[in-house]
């Protein structure tokens, strides 16, 4: 066995001198600092967007995401195929963060160069765009004589269109809460037909306010309704969109043709009086 050594000992150090002298390929990387939505403003609604990441593949093979603004480093020399899908954080949850199913990726054809950080496009912006004619727009931005919202039985404030807080475009809702007026409710009246069971659907909403706002379906069953809660937006200073994940409620609906979405907020005693404003709310689905 001692004969055995030396000789076991120089092929180790044989095939170390293989492994450090192998050469490691130098990434390229790729640089996004902010991301953008475009849409078809009459069928789509307005271009609101709360893109945080970006979900990277480089020549069909994944490569992690990451929040922007971002310096991406990627595995690949020379030509290369690049697919950016938009994330967010699903139902504004930071521990959510998805790509969202309604925004077609990005495809750009990079020549990357080791060790060179290329832009994703010259000003760096991230375009994105809705896939085209794959699926349904229900919205409301505020901009049109009347709302796709009226008032549930019971509630004691309405939602009105004002140009003094906007988000997009020239008008948004408001709704005032008072010791006189401190329930709203209000539900919307768009001829939806049929539920999407079973497949993507979201509610995009951006909002702003002193107090909460309850999102939620309203079902239908002959006679009856039944509200299914679906989310609880708390006050945000500023405007804020959020995401909402319609397909697990969706899924408590099954069989339901007939179904709208309500929003409802309630004065709390220790607030002398509430302002929540609301604009482009949009709803939508695999058609």
Partial sequence: MARLFPVVLLSFFLGACDIFNEEELAPGFIYIDSADVFTNLPLEGPPTHNITDVHVFANETFVGSFELPARIAILENGPTRINV??????NGQIAQRVIYPFYAPLLREMDLIPGVVLPIR?????????????YEFYFEDFESIGNAL?????????????????????????VTLTSDAPLFEARTTWDTGGLPVGTPAYMEIDFKGNNPLEIGMVRQIGDAQQKIFVIGLREQEEWTKVYIDLRPRMAQAVGTSDFSFYFESQKPPQLSQVDLFIDNIKFVHLK
């Fill in 122 to 134: 010259e000003d760096s912006i991230a375009e994105f765009t809705y896939f085209q004619d794959a």
């Fill in 150 to 174: 009226e008032a549930a039985e019971g509630s004691s404030a309405e939602i009105i269109t004002q140009d003094q807080e906007v988000n997009f475009g020239q008008f948004s809702g408001q």
């Fill in 85 to 90: 899908s938009a994330g967010i954080k699903n």
